[in-house]
T-cell receptor, first 116, second 111 residues
Framework: GAVVSQHPSRVICKSGTSVKIECRSL??????MFWYRQFPKQSLMLMAT?????????EQGVEKDKFLINHASLTLSTLTVTSAHPEDSSFYIC????????????FGPGTRLTVT | SQQGEEDPQALSIQEGENATMNCSYK?????LQWYRQNSGRGLVHLIL?????REKHSGRLRVTLDTSKKSSSLLITASRAADTASYFC???????????FGKGTMLLVSP
């Protein structure tokens, strides 16, 4: 149980285009979902927290207009990187929890974004 | 922002040896969790220890928590090549929904 999927697993896009990444909880309803960014050989940096049906809460320094998060249902959250630039290239990981205070999070396999 | 600091940053051992990783944090916590990440993959939850617990076991894993020193350790006994991965501690503060991850320890277990 507690499986989280992400799609796509890898994406290459040209500078200036937008990319959408999906995160799905497959066997539970995710009250809360999180988006992280990870640079090579570094830790996970939380980008934003989203609760179903409400606006995402972004961490300091994360541009909400550039990283659009939608948590439209209890099983799906999307992250759209708008007008992507090479510096947005990174590993994006989502996690989900069935609880409002999700002390344990279930992680997706990650999406490798490369912007050329 | 990150509050966890793991040490060592990298650890190389032989199969069968024990591996110990440490994590320090700065604020009061509700619980501390350890995760494993294989290269280029997502994170796998290993174990959660609550602030009122001092030690927890799961298979070959042993986690200790010292809230007075704001530190935790993860011990992997009788390591295997398949244990090669990065290990992260993450803290959850009381009343907050987010986890704060440490920088991680990269463990290499050689056959």
């Amino acid at each position: 149980g507690a499986v989280v999927s992400q799609h796509p697993s890898r994406v290459i896009c040209k500078s200036g285009t937008s990319v959408k990444i999906e995160c799905r909880s497959l066997d539970f309803q995710a009250t809360t979902m999180f988006w992280y960014r990870q640079f090579p050989k570094q830790s996970l940096m939380l980008m934003a927290t989203s609760n179903e049906g409400s606006k995402a809460t972004y961490e300091q320094g994360v541009e909400k207009d550039k990283f659009l998060i939608n948590h439209a249902s209890l099983t799906l959250s999307t992250l759209t990187v708008t007008s992507a630039h090479p510096e947005d290239s990174s590993f994006y990981i989502c996690s989900a929890s069935p609880h409002i205070l999700p002390y344990e999070q279930y992680f997706g396999p990650g999406t490798r974004l490369t912007v050329t | 922002s990150q509050q966890g600091e793991e040490d060592p940053q990298a650890l190389s051992i032989q199969e069968g040896e024990n591996a110990t990783m440490n994590c320090s944090y700065k604020t009061s916590i509700n619980n501390l969790q350890w995760y494993r990440q294989n290269s280029g993959r997502g994170l796998v939850h290993l174990i959660l220890i609550r602030s009122n617990e001092r030690e927890k076991h799961s298979g070959r894993l042993r986690v200790t928590l010292d809230t007075s020193k704001k530190s935790s350790s993860l011990l992997i006994t009788a390591s295997r090549a398949a244990d090669t991965a990065s290990y992260f501690c993450a803290t959850a503060r009381q009343g907050y929904s987010t986890l704060t991850f440490g920088k991680g320890t990269m463990l290499l277990v050689s056959p």
